[in-house]
């Protein structure tokens, strides 16, 4: 059943609140930080309808609620704008691979390094016939969503196995030519709080999978847009080498 446009607007608000916090959002917390033109007691009402139909979750009758990977998945096909890729993000992406591009490992690391720096999350890259790189674990420590040892353990499990980041990286291009993952759509224990972003390319007859991975509250305004773009400069490189 599609949702109301008032319903749209509560959801929207909700998860974009929860992606910058990442904290339950409370009905009145959300009335006064989006200056909704409704009273608490209305978005209460729309919360719990969201609720039952699976867009939100919550945890404890007293606090706030939580985007489902339902309500992250129909953010990104329903009710994100995405954000411009700046042209300063384009030309650091373009630069750190472009001298690589008769080189594809040597590029590949260095598009992980900048994709990393740029999204502030993991990074990998891989090709068909086995190289592996990834970067940005550190970065990793300061989301919250890794603070939880599990699922710590659970992402550099996957960065470390060639085989299973693979499985999962080749796994769902049916929507184009970015793929996105989120929590149990993974399909691996212990990431139900984990997405993974990821594009790919055909580079010096071999097929290249770069994805980067974060919390399912990413900023996919962002990410998606960059790796769109990673995606059309790897396919400027194809067509140059």
Sequence with gaps: MPLTDRQDEILKAIIEEHITSAQPIASVELVEKRGLRCS????RNIMSDLVQKGYLQMFHVSSGRTPTDLAYRYYISELMQEDEVSVLEEIALKQKVWSQRYELEKLLVNLTDVLSDTVGSLALTLTSDGFISYTGTSKMLDIPEFFEIAVTKSVFRFVDDYELAKSILCKDYNSGEI???I?????????DPVCMVSTHASLGGKEC???VIGPSRTRYQRVIPIMRYVSSLLKEIS???
């Design 40 to 43: 608490g007691a209305t978005v």
């Design 239 to 241: 067509a140059e080498v």
């Design 183 to 191: 929590g149990r759509e993974i399909g691996l224990a212990d990431m």
């Design 209 to 211: 999978y770069i994805g």
């Design 179 to 181: 793929s996105v993952l």
